[in-house]
């Protein structure tokens, strides 16, 4: 399959389409659609802020949890990378997360030059 607009798709198995619940995710690329506003957490486990968010590759959509300076490092068209993260099912929808101890990198900043 061609790469559409340059950008080139991770390895089948590092998919949408491949995700499972409860699982680890590992090197994930996605294209940021939406950054919903900011909520603050007050837990026993975690203090600070947190959004919801949303993503695509060519083969699904699926939900983003972002924590703390994640928030403000994404922006609306990123395409981003799970180095190391959870896929959960929420609702029945699938929501991915870098959780305590993963990590999300900015692959490519979107330009809208």
């Known amino acids: 399959m061609e790469p559409k607009h ?3 798709w991770p390895t089948p198995a590092n998919r949408i389409a491949n995700l499972k ?4 995710v590992k090197d994930l690329e996605l294209v940021v659609l939406r950054v919903y ?3 603050l957490i007050v837990s026993t486990r975690y203090t600070g ?3 919801a968010a949303c993503g695509r590759d060519e083969t699904g959509l699926v939900g983003l949890v ?3 300076d994640q928030i403000e490092s994404v922006v609306i068209g ?3 990378r799970l180095n190391t993260g959870w896929c959960r099912s ?3 929808a699938l ?4 959780g305590k101890h993963g990590r999300l990198t900015v692959v490519s900043r979107f330009d809208a030059e």
């Open 78 to 80: 990123d395409v981003v």
């Open 37 to 39: 506003p900011k909520r």
């Open 95 to 98: 929501v991915v997360s870098t």
């Open 66 to 68: 972002l924590w703390g």
């Open 6 to 8: 340059g950008l080139t």
């Open 90 to 92: 929420r609702d029945g």
């Open 21 to 24: 619940p409860n699982a680890p």
């Open 49 to 51: 802020y947190v959004a």
